[in-house]
């Protein structure tokens, strides 16, 4: 768990992190560079979710390296399916991270949506609906392994 003070957010008890595989954790269904390692780390202090509709077909390859199983989307209405899953976690202990389109109401839904920016693109709208934006992954899960990065970003 992590717990952190936000001036303008309040007391925040952080218990899921939910990311998007394609095009966050993965471009072209390989995954990016020093992800396994930072995910190990932050197994330690959150409970690591991954939501794919598996594009590339690698996701089972993906699994096995980060040592977790990722929930399969069903084609259509991707974005609801997705809200859906952090609305079940418990949003106000979820933070989530993706890129597409299909994550803008996932991003929304969750305490804190983190929108990184991605080689696959980041659509307008999650980018807008998200509370913060990060250059890339590494940087999103670096921040959530150091939370006074947090304070500092979302103080109001």
């Known amino acids: 768990m992590i717990k952190v003070a936000i001036p303008g957010k309040g007391e925040l008890d952080l218990k899921?992190?939910?990311?998007d595989v394609n095009g966050t954790l993965a471009v072209d269904g390989q995954l990016l560079p020093d992800v396994p390692e930072l995910l190990d780390n932050l197994k330690?202090?959150?409970e690591i979710h991954l939501l794919t509709a598996?594009?590339?077909?690698?996701?089972?390859?993906?699994?096995?390296?980060?040592?977790?199983?990722?929930?399969?989307?069903?084609?259509g209405d991707e974005a609801r399916q997705k809200a859906a899953y952090v609305e079940n976690?418990?949003?106000n202990n979820t933070i989530a991270i993706g890129q597409g389109a299909n994550d803008s109401l996932m991003l929304?839904?969750?305490?804190?949506?983190?929108?990184?920016?991605?080689?696959?693109?980041?659509?307008?709208?999650t980018l807008l609906g998200s509370d913060l934006v990060v250059p890339d992954i590494q940087s999103a899960i670096k921040i959530l392994l150091n939370p006074t990065r947090?304070?500092?970003?979302?103080?109001s």
């Open 150 to 155: 947090l304070i500092a970003s979302l103080r």
């Open 89 to 91: 976690l418990g949003p």
């Open 44 to 46: 330690e202090h959150l």
């Open 16 to 19: 899921y992190v939910v990311f």
């Open 54 to 75: 598996d594009t590339h077909g690698k996701q089972a390859e993906i699994d096995s390296i980060l040592n977790l199983k990722a929930d399969r989307i069903k084609t």
């Open 108 to 125: 929304k839904s969750a305490v804190i949506g983190i929108c990184t920016l991605s080689a696959e693109g980041s659509a307008l709208e």
